[in-house]
């Protein structure tokens, strides 16, 4: 089955102690891309990546860091977690092509830092 | 500086009536529009695009039309279903940029 797997899927941590949120796919995708979604605020993007070793802020990258060292597999790591990074987050991916850049997401990730 | 607007958090409409969700946005590069589909403990899923070169598509019980000068869009569903209660949202993208910017989404409940 075509997917996008995250984990871990609900995490509490407390501020300072390092974490890294999976994400992974299996469609070959050159792009994928990070985001969190916050009450009122929507769907945010935090980092991208058109392809292996290619990665690039989006809107909100502060205290975030990713790594594509690999086609399928986009880590996102907190060095240091705050409290306002309590959120939802998605992995999406999709192909690089003209014409609809339909993204595929993963599930999501509930991180809750104390 | 929020380029893509849902004015609306929620709406309800009766089952088997039509339900309509607006989406405003302000960056006229922006050049093709999508919905996406969100329900509870779940990812977005995508639903239906559109071109800036049309201004409607229609994919079944989905219509999305666009009026690219009042830069406004707009999602038909005709008709309802329970299974349609979701939070919905705008998306758009502007030409050789990957990014999609989402606004900020409106959760549709359908009473049966």
């Known amino acids: 089955e075509a997917q996008v797997t995250q984990n871990p899927r609900y995490l509490i941590t407390v501020t300072g102690k390092k974490l890294t949120v999976t994400c992974s796919q299996n469609?070959?995708?050159?792009?994928m891309s990070w985001y969190r979604q916050d009450p009122g605020l929507g769907l945010r993007q935090i980092y991208y990546?058109?392809?292996?070793?290619?990665?690039d802020k989006g809107d909100v990258p502060e205290g975030y860091k990713v790594s594509r060292k690999e086609k399928r597999n986009f880590p996102l790591i907190l060095e240091s977690p705050s409290p306002n990074q309590t959120s939802l987050y998605f992995c999406?991916?999709?192909?690089?092509?003209?014409?609809?850049?339909?993204?595929?997401f993963g599930a999501g990730s509930r991180l809750t830092v104390l | 500086d929020q380029q893509v607007k849902q004015n609306s958090p929620s709406l309800s409409v009766q089952e088997g009536r039509i339900s309509i969700l607006n989406c405003d946005y302000t960056?006229?590069?922006?050049?093709?529009f999508l919905w996406y589909k969100k329900y509870p403990a779940e990812g977005p899923t995508f639903l239906i695009s559109?071109?800036?070169?049309?201004d409607k598509n229609e994919d079944g019980r989905f219509t999305v039309f666009l009026n690219k000068s009042a830069k406004h869009l707009s999602l038909h569903i005709v008709p309802s279903q329970p299974g349609d209660s979701a939070v919905y949202f705008c998306?758009?993208?502007?030409?050789?940029?990957?990014?999609?910017?989402f606004g900020t989404g409106t959760r549709l409940t359908i009473i049966p």
């Open positions: 999406a991916s999709s192909f690089l092509q003209s014409g609809a850049n339909v993204l595929t």
């Open positions: 469609m070959n995708h050159e792009y």
């Open positions: 990546s058109m392809n292996v070793e290619v990665t």
């Open positions: 960056n006229s590069m922006f050049d093709y």
């Open positions: 559109i071109s800036s070169i049309k």
């Open positions: 998306a758009a993208r502007s030409f050789g940029n990957e990014k999609l910017t």
